[in-house]
């Protein structure tokens, strides 16, 4: 019995690493396919639209080379941040109001975790940790990240062991991926390589732990929630 659980468990985690993974893992070196097909900058394809445009504006040679696919992967994120967002604050609602003493928790998880995506949603679409904390409030990138970093510190030790009784190799994959990213682009030994490699790299991790904190919440909202969504015939 116990040889078959494991068994059924494997394939289950597979199945959830081929469904979250393979897509995201196909369309990184699909967007480098692109770039060399095209001959527009990876960068245009990764980056925030709104950075592009702004250096498009200061350099007009290169509007000729604007593109509807300007930005594709920082918008995919975007979206992914947005869904998890509602997903997580829909379900602390929802939990909220089923009436078992257990639930409470995790309407204080799924609200708690809804609101920190909700504002790495807004920092990822306004760029405020790169563009607006620095330039109009005169506040360093390295602080923005290191409030983040207490305020999801703080939640994960008050949560410790809801996210225990979860799939968290996701969650801790998501921390993994959106790491590196951080890393990748604070490391000045990175300079020297190809600039176009180098915002692939750095963003396709940014998108592999975006995707994994949204596949993380939105199999745990179902599983809170799966007994009290099955409808009753009759």
Same mark, same amino acid.
């Given at each position: 019995?116990?040889?078959?659980?494991?068994?059924?468990?494997?394939?289950? +985690?597979?199945?959830?690493?081929?469904?979250?993974?393979?897509?995201?893992?196909?369309?990184?070196?699909?967007?480098?396919?692109?770039?060399? $097909?095209?001959?527009?900058?990876?960068?245009?394809?990764?980056?925030?639209?709104?950075? $592009?445009?702004?250096?498009?504006?200061?350099?007009?040679?290169?509007?000729?080379?604007?593109?509807?696919?300007? @930005?594709f992967l920082s918008n995919i994120g975007i979206l992914l941040w947005s869904m998890c967002a509602s997903s997580c604050l829909l379900t602390s609602f929802l939990a909220k109001h089923i009436r078992r003493p257990r639930k409470g928790k995790y309407s204080r998880f799924f @609200?708690?975790? @809804?609101?920190?995506?909700?504002?790495?949603? +807004?920092?990822?679409?306004f760029l405020f940790h790169e563009v607006i904390a620095p330039g109009i409030f005169m506040i360093s990138e390295t602080i923005v990240y290191g409030g983040y970093g207490l305020?999801?510190?703080?939640?994960? $030790?008050?949560?410790?062991? $809801?996210?225990?009784?979860?799939?968290?190799?996701?969650?801790? +994959?998501?921390?993994?991926?959106?790491?590196?990213?951080?890393?990748?682009d604070s490391l000045p030994v990175l300079d020297n390589m190809s600039t176009d490699l180098n915002y692939l790299i750095e963003d396709g991790f940014k998108l592999l732990g975006i995707v994994s904190w949204f596949g993380y919440f939105m199999i745990f909202s179902y599983q809170v929630l799966k007994p009290e969504l099955i409808l009753k015939k009759g």
């Open positions: 019995m116990k040889i078959a659980f494991i068994e059924l468990r494997i394939k289950y +985690l597979l199945k959830i690493f081929l469904l979250l993974y393979i897509p995201i893992i196909l369309l990184i070196p699909l967007v480098y396919l692109c770039s060399l $097909i095209t001959g527009i900058p990876i960068n245009h394809f990764t980056r925030d639209p709104s950075v $592009i445009a702004s250096e498009i504006c200061l350099e007009p040679l290169l509007a000729s080379r604007t593109n509807p696919l300007m @930005g @609200g708690t975790f @809804g609101i920190i995506t909700l504002i790495l949603l +807004l920092d990822d679409l305020v999801i510190l703080a939640s994960l $030790i008050n949560f410790r062991k $809801i996210i225990l009784q979860s799939e968290w190799g996701l969650f801790g +994959l998501a921390f993994v991926f959106l790491g590196l990213s951080i890393v990748i």
